[in-house]
Structures are given as structure tokens and as C-alpha cells.
């Protein structure tokens, strides 16, 4: 899982990559949180499989019952337009962006940078600019690599020699597309029937988008909402997009309290607490102020509700607790819950073992539902919370 923010200058990208990647000490020491300057660990959060037994258990990544589960956030910079022609770190965006199974479009929904990403007056840009850029920016590289290759597809299909679904995929296998996905939106578009010389520009534009709105689904994060008047610009935006409120800066400040043991604050919350017992200046006091104000506003930072919101409304990923022990809920070490998988909503029993290991997938015999005792199949479908042990007649390597 994989996720690039994106956006232009200095609407806070960095600054969500750091809130999102640092962990506070609640969430302890997980390795690799940075892999590279600008590759790092964030976690999205779900009720852990915990509650539903009413147990306790000792695993850093479950707080209170707040489940974390990691996820790679790669922050990826240079997106300036003409970005597709090369400008900019043209090709290199282009390769971070490609890595990603989705966007996060962070945006100065305050409207205080301008599309040069210099600072100006709140309200005096429109950030619906930045988000038509960025899509057009999308829109206008897949459809290049369609129109590179265009009339030399066109004979191909015309001498038969290869099918237009296959031929559009192939151009497209770099980004991952599958033949299946690329059937679909020529069907919806009505252009399964329609013979690649007789495409017209239009024809390859919509093409284009549909195809990027599937391969590279977007979520905008209207950041520095904490400078915004009010929050009818979101309302309005959320009406065709998805969209979440978000205090970056706000983010980063509680997470580094935390860490310096300051507040109590579980990522994703409206509130914290101060720690008894703590020594704090009247500065930081006046730093928490503000942050409860933005809080009471926000209701949260938002930056915990932008990457759930990225994986289980826009991805529709579902969360499943495998187990080697359904009795105890454990691996062979005795760690109770030990792991949480993203799946894809449609998984199966079957994908879940090819998760952990090949040769369990390969030997697979049955599952168990850890929730209500019983035996499931390879084709079963699984639910978001499930916790299964797979029982299989190989050991994993
Ligand atoms: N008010 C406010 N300022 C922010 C927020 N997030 C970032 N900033 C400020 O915006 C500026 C640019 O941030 P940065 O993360 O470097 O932007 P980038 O160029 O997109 O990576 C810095 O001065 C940040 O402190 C936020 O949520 N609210
Ligand atoms: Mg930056």
C-alpha cells in the first residue's frame, strides 16, 4: 500500500508528510518510519479485533483499542504544470507517482498561496484552480502515452494482429492497468465497437480520464483549513470529490507534545490531555491554546481522516486479523492479534493466505473464522474486521 501526496509549493505537504510519519510514543518505536528523505511510515487507524473479544492485549500498534495499521506515504515534490512535458522534476514525479496505488492532493484550501506557491492574502486564490491543474496535469500524461503510440496501435488493430483492449493495456502496463479494468471503460465510453481510426480527440481525452480516475483515484486534503473563515468551500467542493479538513502544522505539533511526553493524544482525536505531573512553559500553553481552538473547529486535525478516508472510502480496503491460534487468537509466539492486513473488499480466504505466504496458499486446506468458530472455504468472501487462521498442509519457505 502506497500512497503519494501531491500538490504545488508550499500548500504543506512536507509538513503532512512529518505529522503523518512521526509516531509518537504511545505508537512506540516502529522501524523504517523514514526509508528515504521523502518515503516514509504512516499508519491508517481501525477498531481493533480486540474489542470484539473484550481483550487486552500488548501490542504497540493497538491503542486503547485503536488499532494502526503501516503504510507507505511517499511525498512526492516538483508538480508544477507542464509537469508531463518534462518541466519541473518532470520525469521523476512521474516515476514517484507511478509507484502509488493513490493520491492524496494536498491543497491551501485557505486560498493563501498562489499557483506559484508565493504567499498571498487568505482568500485571495481560489484553490478549485489547483485541484482542475493537478487533474488536468493527470489527465494530459495518460493521454500522451495513448497518443505516443496511437497510430501504431491503430494498424495493429486494423491487421487484427491485436485486440484494442489488449493493445491499450500494454501501453499502460507500467502503471499497472489490467486488461479487465481497460474493457470496462471502453464499454461505459462506447468505444469498445468503435474502430481506433475513427477515435477522435475527444474520444482519447475521455479515454484518458476515465482510465486515470481508476488507476490513480485522488483524495484532497483542503489543508490549512485552520486559517479558513468558515468551511463552505469544502461543502461545495465535496459535491463531485472527496475531500477532508486538515491542520497539518496543527498535526505535527500535537504529535511532537506527545512525543515529548507533554499531552496525552491519540492521532485521529479531538482532544488531548495534558499529562499531570509535567512542567509545562507558558508558551507551550499558549501553543495548546491554539490547538484546541483549531481542534474545536475541525473537530480533528484531519490528517488521521484524510489517510483512513484514502483507504477505506476511496480504495475500499478491508482490515483482517490473521491468526495461528483461533483459540487464543495468537501466532506461535503467543502474541495475541499480532497482525492486521489490508485486503482489497473482494478478497477471499485464499488471498489472504497468499498475503502471509506462497506455499500457504499453495497448501491451502480451509480456514477458520476466529468470530463464529467455523470452517470457510478458499473462494470465501471476508469482511472488514474478520480474524482468520488458515490452515494449510505447508509450513511457510
Ligand atoms: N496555518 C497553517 N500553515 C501550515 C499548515 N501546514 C503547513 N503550513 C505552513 O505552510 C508553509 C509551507 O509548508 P511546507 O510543508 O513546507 O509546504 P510544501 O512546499 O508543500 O512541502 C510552512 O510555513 C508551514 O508551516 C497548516 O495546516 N496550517
Ligand atoms: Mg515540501
Known amino acids: 500500500m502506497q500512497i503519494g501526496l501531491l500538490g504545488k509549493a508550499n500548500v504543506g505537504k512536507s509538513t503532512f508528510f512529518s505529522a503523518a510519519t512521526e509516531t509518537p510514543v504511545q505508537i512506540g518505536d516502529f522501524p523504517f518510519t523514514t526509508i528515504q528523505p521523502n518515503v516514509g511510515i504512516a499508519y491508517v ?16 500498534l493497538c491503542v486503547s483499542g485503536i488499532r494502526f495499521i503501516p503504510i507507505k506515504l511517499i511525498d512526492v515534490a516538483g508538480l508544477v504544470p507542464g509537469a508531463h512535458e518534462g518541466k519541473g522534476l518532470g520525469n521523476q514525479f512521474l516515476d514517484d507517482a507511478r509507484q502509488a496505488d493513490m493520491l492524496i492532493h494536498v ?9 506559484q506557491g508565493q504567499h498571498v492574502n487568505v482568500g485571495s486564490h481560489d484553490p478549485r484552480e489547483d485541484i482542475k491543474f493537478v487533474e488536468e496535469e493527470f489527465d494530459y500524461w495518460f493521454k500522451q502515452i495513448l497518443e505516443r503510440e496511437w497510430q501504431k496501435l491503430s494498424k495493429e488493430i486494423e491487421k487484427k494482429s491485436t485486440k484494442l483492449a489488449d493493445g491499450i493495456t500494454d501501453r499502460f502496463s507500467g502503471l499497472g492497468v489490467k486488461v479487465h479494468e481497460v474493457h470496462e471503460i471502453l464499454q461505459s465510453l462506447g468505444l469498445l465497437t468503435k474502430k481506433p481510426t475513427e477515435w477522435n480527440d475527444s474520444d482519447i481525452t475521455k479515454f484518458a480520464q476515465t482510465l486515470r480516475k481508476k488507476i490513480k483515484p485522488m483524495l484532497i486534503a483542503a489543508n490549512k483549513a485552520d486559517l479558513c473563515k468558515d468551511l463552505e468551500i469544502t461543502n461545495e467542493i465535496h459535491r463531485n470529490r472527496e475531500i477532508v479538513n486538515c491542520s497539518a502544522e496543527t ?6 507534545a506527545a512525543k515529548a511526553n507533554l499531552i496525552d493524544y491519540i492521532p485521529g482525536n479531538e482532544k488531548f490531555v495534558i499529562n499531570k505531573n509535567v512542567d509545562i512553559s507558558s508558551q507551550q500553553k499558549d501553543a495548546l491554546n491554539l ?49 492486521a492486513k489490508l485486503l ?23 480456514a477458520i473464522d476466529a468470530k463464529t468458530k467455523q470452517r470457510i472455504g478458499a473462494d470465501h468472501q471476508l469482511k472488514n474486521g474478520d480474524v482468520i487462521k488458515i490452515v494449510s498442509s505447508l509450513s511457510r519457505g
Request: net charge negative; hydrophobic share 40%.
Open 251 to 256: 498535526e505535527l505539533l500535537l504529535k511532537k
Open 45 to 60: 487507524s481501525t477498531t481493533c479485533a480486540c474489542k470484539h473479544f473484550k481483550i487486552n492485549h500488548n501490542n504497540p
Open 344 to 366: 482489497s473488499e473482494n478478497a477471499t480466504a485464499k488471498n489472504l493466505a497468499e498475503t502471509i505466504h506462497q506455499d500457504i496458499a499453495k497448501g491451502f486446506l480451509f
Open 107 to 115: 491543497v491551501d484550501i485557505s486560498g493563501s498561496t498562489d499557483l
Open 291 to 339: 490547538v484546541e481552538n483549531v481542534l474545536s473547529k475541525l473537530n480533528s486535525t484531519g490528517i488521521q481522516t484524510a489517510l483512513n478516508s484514502a483507504v477505506f472510502r476511496v480504495l475500499k480496503l478491508i482490515v483482517v486479523f490473521p491468526v495461528e491460534d483461533e483459540t487464543k487468537l495468537s501466532n506461535k509466539e503467543g502474541e495475541v492479534l499480532p497482525d
